[in-house]
């Protein structure tokens, strides 16, 4: 049925727009003003509920005063956050390289259009530093000011606070730093945007354990029924805590939508369809200067900040580089196993630093024959603590009991009678089982030399486990590290594990080595 339109009426079709207007000899006379103020009028509207209905018009709106469009990249990490939006995603992880767009689209763009479709929402927003953070909160409550017709929402008249406010329609906004305390905030969508601020932090167990306890023990408790994680960030190390998220995927927890976008195509099965060798946002980062910030760089940390491959750093004896990881269903049935362990019979005191006492370390190996006739070289465990002697004792030997008769138990002997009196009473302990004792010779560095030859052809390997990233930091660091109780533990089992005729051969090359 056709609507016949009175005088100074409109007709849409799509976005064409038609003046009712007079028309002479089949001719019509040019809309009036008011006709293009109300055609003008009418494409805002529309545009402005295309911006409420799409997280990408929404983006281009915003972006427009700063001269930006979104590139194919940041489309591509709009559409997951998109995702995230209609609840199809509720773990999501972004890792891309610095100065790529992501923390502008995550952090500043997406928030706002989040707070459309849930408008009593609480969103918590964390960076490395608050600081950092209330920037970002700043730019997304001045976005929300400044569009408020666009997003169909504003400010509530109180909220002023660049780190914490509110919108007049019940949604709620809140900055914070990592590591930060958070009692008390409820999330229903919680960013984590570059958790990690430098190299210094990357490397720092201590840090990383920080973080890794401040996501599970607040970030994790602060989250509401059916909210969502979306953790943006440039990687560092294979332990930061991206790489601890995923390590906890393999091992039962969250599973995690994973978007990720190196600097330089480096598979056959790029996000973006590129092929080997090709930039993310050439328009603004060309492969050029890619180049040249990686010769500027090294390779150790352009892997990891624009690939987002993180790979430990070579030591000045262990090329921890070399030792690769397997599963625990890859582990050969029947091969030797010995345990071996290095003492530390001094008990931290409360409230001691990790600068304190040294640690007692048990590296369980194993050395399995290959296919093509020789041996290889399997990490299976490591147990590291810091306890009194009771403890000490107590612990070797509940592992002894959870490794079984089958695997070998090596103990340092220390020099003296104490020493000996301590091997004996071990031995006794550990009744039933294949123990044998035996005193430290040489140095530090040379006990390690025989098992870093293995690991530096690549001929020892590990099992993926959380106590790898402890243990490959310090072999990285070997022998400046402050502590080396794991190095020798392995040097231990190494030593035990050996074939007679291969021990045989490095004790006569030893006696032969001349003296310094």
């Keep these: 049925m056709e609507t016949r339109l009175t005088k100074h009426s409109h007709s849409i079709s799509g976005n064409e727009y038609v003046p009712d207007r007079p028309a002479f000899d089949g001719f019509r006379l040019p809309p009036s003003r008011a006709d293009l103020e109300m055609l003008l009028k009418l494409k805002r509207e529309l545009w402005r509920r295309r911006c409420r209905e799409s997280l990408l018009a929404w983006a281009t709106e915003e972006r427009a005063a700063y001269g930006e469009v979104p590139a194919r990249v940041h489309r591509l990490i709009l559409s997951k956050l998109d995702q995230v939006v209609r609840r199809e995603i509720d773990r999501l992880m972004i890792i891309a390289p610095p100065r790529h767009g992501k923390s502008v689209y995550t952090s500043r763009v997406f928030p706002a259009y989040w707070l459309v479709h849930n408008p009593r929402g609480a969103i918590i927003a964390a960076s490395h530093t608050y600081s950092l953070a209330e920037d970002f909160g700043r730019s997304v409550r001045n976005m929300v000011a400044e569009h408020r017709d666009t997003l169909g929402y504003t400010l509530r008249a109180d909220s002023t606070a660049a ?41 720092s167990l201590t840090q990383r354990d920080k973080t890794w306890n401040w996501y599970r023990g607040d970030v994790y408790q602060r989250l509401q029924p059916h909210a969502a994680i979306i953790v943006v960030m440039t990687r560092w190390h294979e332990d930061d805590l991206g790489g601890r998220l995923l390590r906890a995927q393999q091992e039962g927890g969250d599973r995690w939508e994973v978007l990720h976008l190196p600097a330089i195509a480096d598979t056959d099965d790029d996000p973006l369809l590129r092929l080997p060798g090709e930039a993310l946002w050439p328009e603004w980062v060309s492969l050029e200067e890619l180049e040249r910030k990686r010769a500027v760089i090294g390779e150790r940390d352009f892997a990891a900040l624009f690939q987002g491959r993180p790979r430990p750093a070579e030591g000045a004896l262990f090329k921890v580089g070399m030792i690769g990881k397997i599963q625990l269903h890859e582990v050969p049935r029947k091969a030797e196993v010995v345990r071996g362990w290095d003492l530390a019979a001094t008990e931290q005191k409360p ?150 005729e291969m021990a045989t051969w490095l004790k006569l090359a030893k006696l032969a080595a001349p003296r310094r």
């Design 163 to 203: 780190g914490r406010w509110h919108t007049d329609r019940g949604g709620q906004y809140i900055s914070a730093g990592v590591g930060m305390a958070l009692s008390g905030r409820p999330a229903d969508l919680f960013i984590i945007d570059d958790p990690v601020p430098d190299r210094e932090a990357a490397e």
């Design 351 to 500: 409230g001691q630093k990790s600068g304190g006492p040294a640690w007692t370390c048990g590296v369980k190996l194993m050395r399995a024959p290959t296919e093509a006739g020789t041996d290889s070289y399997l990490v299976l465990d490591v147990v590291r603590f810091r306890g009194g002697p009771e403890e000490v004792a107590e612990t070797i030997l509940r592992t002894a009991k959870d490794d079984g008769q089958q695997v070998k138990i090596s103990l340092p002997q220390d020099p003296g009678q104490s020493g000996k009196v301590q091997a004996f009473w071990m031995t006794q302990l550990l009744s039933g089982y294949n123990v044998v004792t035996s005193p430290e010779s040489g140095s530090k560095v040379e006990r390690a030399n025989p098992v870093a030859a293995q690991a530096n052809v690549g001929n020892l390997k590990m099992v993926e486990a959380p106590w790898n990233a402890a243990f490959i930091d310090e072999l990285a660091a070997f022998p400046s590290s402050l502590f080396k109780d794991q190095v020798d533990a392995l040097s231990r089992a190494f030593a035990e594990v050996l074939p007679d």
